[in-house]
Nanobody, 123 residues
Framework: QVQMVESGGALVQAGGSLKLSCTAS????????MAWFRQAPGKEREGVAC????????YEANSVYGRFFISRDNAKNTLYLQMNSLKPDDTGTYYC????????????????WGQGTQVTVSS
């Protein structure tokens, strides 16, 4: 049974930093491209960052480019999202997801999802 568990969400002031983690079980993380998505209240879920199966390629959405950094440790079956210079607009539930294709290029095709971790940025 595949399980993906996010952690690290918190209430933080604008300008602060957080590091999210996503630990997977029941699958080998190194076989999947991984991504972080977020959903703010009343808004659609959006892709935030993606990292290829090997970790050599990453992609960050324009809204977080230069502030958020995605990484992975396949040996630990864990995905990370370092979030810096947080803004109130970054508030939302953050989800990790796994894509068997192995490459970034689309926000579609993610088969496995975590339950999410809440990030709240106060102004």
């Amino acid at each position: 049974q595949v399980q993906m568990v996010e952690s690290g969400g918190a209430l933080v002031q604008a300008g602060g930093s957080l590091k999210l983690s996503c630990t997977a079980s029941g699958l080998t993380l190194g076989e999947y491209a991984m991504a972080w998505f977020r959903q703010a209240p009343g808004k659609e879920r959006e892709g935030v960052a993606c990292i290829s199966r090997s970790g050599e390629s990453t992609y960050e959405a324009n809204s977080v480019y230069g502030r958020f950094f995605i990484s992975r440790d396949n040996a630990k079956n864990t995905l990370y999202l370092q979030m810096n210079s947080l803004k109130p607009d970054d508030t939302g539930t953050y989800y990790c997801a796994a894509n068997p294709v192995g490459l970034c290029g689309s926000w579609l095709g993610y088969d496995y999802w975590g339950q999410g971790t809440q990030v709240t940025v106060s102004s």
